[in-house]
């Protein structure tokens, strides 16, 4: 099992950028990849990005291409979002996910077996 933590969640007008982080511990040796996800008020969980945990690739939802960005920290074991130019329907409650399976569907929130407690994005106009 891994464990996921996640912190920078904010208040934020539109245009404005926050970098979300998500520290990974336990068994992380066994990680395939990890991902960000959003859910919305009254909405379903809806992916953001991804990235390999080993290296290798990145990958986005079209609504945030070019806006966001998915890092890693191999030192830290941590992912980050930088997420600019922020828009009002960018307001979620965002969840770090890990997963240790390699079947190509990062982008399936049920691909994923650990989450992290989820922070709170605000973006006002």
């Known amino acids: 099992q891994v464990q996921l933590v996640e912190s920078g969640g904010g208040l934020v007008q539109a245009g404005g950028s926050l970098r979300l982080s998500c520290a990974a511990s336990?068994?992380?040796?066994?990680?395939?990849?990890m991902g960000w996800f959003r859910q919305a008020p009254g909405k379903g969980r809806e992916f953001v990005a991804a990235?390999?945990?080993?290296?290798?690739?990145?990958y986005y939802a079209d609504s945030v291409k070019g806006r966001f960005t998915i890092s890693k920290d191999n030192a830290k074991n941590t992912v980050y979002l930088q997420m600019n130019s922020l828009k009002t329907e960018d307001t979620a409650v965002y969840y770090c996910?890990?997963?240790?399976?390699?079947?190509?569907?990062?982008?399936?929130?049920?691909?994923?077996?650990?989450w992290g407690q989820g922070t709170q994005v605000t973006v006002s106009s």
């Open positions: 990235h390999s945990w080993r290296g290798g690739f990145t």
């Open positions: 996910a890990a997963t240790g399976r390699n079947s190509g569907h990062v982008s399936s929130q049920d691909e994923y077996d650990d």
């Open positions: 336990g068994r992380t040796f066994s990680l395939y990849a």
